[in-house]
């Protein structure tokens, strides 16, 4: 079995920052693409931003230049660094994960975690 465990979210004033994390962990073969979506309320999951195993990045539009995704392949960890937030960015942040396990590919996902952003 493999799980993404997630940590990092919270509260954060308008120009603030907060960065979340993403652990997998379990029987791990190797992982493609990490990223992280975000689903605000009434409207549907959208990718924020994903990072490939080689470390090419994709972001959506409107996080560009304020949020920085990385990975650190030796601990299985995604990070999503998230500066001058606004109201905008408040949302359930969710990872994701392409993982090889054994013989299996997997799409997993994680427990999703609150980012709100007030002034």
């Known amino acids: 079995q493999v799980d993404l465990v997630e940590s990092g979210g919270g509260l954060a004033q308008i120009g603030g920052s907060l960065r979340l994390s993403c652990e997998a962990s379990g029987r791990i073969t190797s992982i493609y693409d990490m990223g992280w979506y975000r689903q605000a309320p009434g409207k549907q999951r959208e990718l924020v931003a994903k990072?490939?195993?080689?470390?090419?990045?994709e972001y959506e539009d409107s996080v560009k230049g304020r949020f920085t995704i990385s990975r650190d392949n030796a601990k299985n960890t995604v990070y999503l660094q998230m500066n001058a937030l606004n109201s905008e960015d408040t949302a359930v942040y969710f990872c994701y994960a392409e993982v090889v396990s054994g013989l299996r590919d997997l799409e997993l996902w994680g427990q999703g975690t609150l980012v709100t952003v007030s002034s």
């Open positions: 990072i490939a195993n080689r470390g090419t990045t």
